[in-house]
């Protein structure tokens, strides 16, 4: 496969009939706002969301870039972290709004990672009904995927994502310039989930990670670009197949159910997404040698990759395997109690599993968390 070339944007098209959009993805897009923007036709004016960390490295920039094609923006911004994703903050941001004079031509820009874009997609979706909503992701996570995909909302104390909808973005800028900026840890707890796309879809993208895996590490733009691509392609034509997940998008939680379970034991607390899911990723690749015919040797690939990325493929901390069952359980992902697991028949292809028992799990448990 060919390396993506800095220079022009790539774009990748989510096809959704008329709420169709594009993923544009190069360097330097954050000073070309204004003209990116144009063939929305937004209104003069908006908001950007950002957070703490980000906005004071970003927020000028793309305001200014929006200034000087005659567009207003007006910076809200909530303190990084998932606690910002609540419908508290939600509401401090929505009762800003009127004062702002918004109207139905105006819109939001969520400039940060999955938390900002989350909660400024909520907002986006319900003020006025819903109003124009642009995503410009600023961590590997984002740009790969809560970006992509039309999933916003907020956390209850009771559980994450517990409020929300499906609201499409019209536009998303994906400039990887940002990520010079990101913490060495979120970029490679985000490139576990690049490291997924390949396991459950792309075997041969699967292979460009292995040989290129460093320079992506390395932030090099032109690596960064290929993946963030590929990645969203990927994104993008499972969404165009079946945006609420009711079949097919659920492939991508291949190792969500053990990883989900993992934070949830953990209350979230020194466990970053993607290092959870790197677990649940080897977990679920050894419980497809058991049960989907998926190779030893290509089980071995996933997780020497992983491990080769900086993530582990064990647990740091024990887990109490019954407290992990239970947790599996309860996840709004399993149904009426039963687990569902994704496991692959092979890399580059998964399939969705309610036949895994307690048992199978309990003899992979053995291997991969004792
Ligand atoms: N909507 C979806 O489809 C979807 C998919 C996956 C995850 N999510 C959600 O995404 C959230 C996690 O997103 P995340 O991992 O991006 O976390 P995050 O938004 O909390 O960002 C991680 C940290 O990096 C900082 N940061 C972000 N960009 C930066 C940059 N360029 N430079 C320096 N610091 C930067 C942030 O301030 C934060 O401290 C969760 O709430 C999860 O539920 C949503
Ligand atoms: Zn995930």
Redesign the pocket.
């Known amino acids: 496969m060919a390396s993506t070339l800095t220079g022009a944007p790539q774009r990748v098209r989510v096809e959704l009939g008329e709420r169709s959009y594009d993923i544009i993805i190069g360097t330097g897009l954050l000073a070309r706002a204004a003209e990116l923007f144009k063939p929305l036709k937004l209104g003069k004016r908006g908001v950007i969301v950002t957070?703490?960390?980000?906005g004071p490295?970003?927020d000028a920039a793309l305001q200014q870039a929006l200034r000087a094609g005659g567009i207003e923006t007006e910076i809200l911004d909530v303190p990084?972290?998932?606690p910002s994703?609540s419908l508290r903050q939600a509401n401090r941001l929505l009762e800003h709004l009127p004062s702002l004079g918004l109207d139905r031509r105006s819109f939001v820009v969520a400039l940060?990672?999955?938390?900002?874009?989350?909660l400024a997609?909520f907002i986006a979706a319900t003020y006025l009904r819903g109003i124009t909503f642009v995503q410009v992701?600023?961590?590997?996570?984002?740009l790969v995927?809560?970006?992509?995909?039309?999933?916003?909302?907020v956390?209850l104390p009771q559980g994450?994502?517990l409020v929300g909808s499906f609201y499409q973005p019209r536009l998303v800028l994906a400039d990887v310039d940002?990520?010079?900026?990101?913490?060495e840890r979120?970029l490679r707890?985000?490139f576990a989930?690049v490291i997924k796309y390949g396991a459950v879809r792309d075997a041969k993208f699967f292979a460009w990670l292995e040989r290129e895996y460093q320079r992506v590490l390395r932030r090099e733009p032109d690596a960064v670009a290929h993946a963030v691509r590929c990645c969203c392609e990927i994104k993008a034509d499972i969404v165009s197949k079946d945006e609420h997940e009711s079949g097919l998008r659920a492939i991508l939680n291949f190792g969500h159910t053990v990883g989900h379970a993992m934070e949830a034991l953990v209350d979230y607390e020194g466990l970053?997404?993607?290092e959870a899911i790197s677990m649940g990723m080897c977990f679920a690749s050894k419980l497809s040698v058991k049960l989907a015919g998926l190779s030893e040797a290509e089980s071995k690939r996933l997780c020497a990759l992983l491990e080769a990325s900086g993530l582990s493929t064990r647990p740091t901390e024990k887990f109490d395997m019954n407290r992990l069952l239970e947790a599996m359980r309860l996840d709004k992902k399993a149904r009426n109690g039963k687990l569902r697991f994704v496991l692959l028949k092979r890399l580059g292809e998964a399939v969705v599993s309610e036949a895994v028992t307690d048992a199978d799990i309990e003899e992979v448990f053995n291997v991969c968390c004792r």
């Not at 957070?51 to 980000?54: I, L, P, Q």
């Not at 940060?112 to 989350?118: A, E, F, I, K, L």
């Not at 970006?147 to 909302?153: A, E, H, I, R, T």
Request: negative net charge; proline residues 4%.
């Open positions: 957070d703490s960390n980000v490295l970003y990084a972290g998932e994703k940060g990672g999955g938390v900002v874009g989350d997609g992701p600023t961590t590997l996570l984002a995927d809560s970006s992509v995909g039309g999933k916003v909302g956390n994450k994502n940002t990520l010079k900026s990101l913490p979120e707890s985000g989930e970053l997404h993607g």
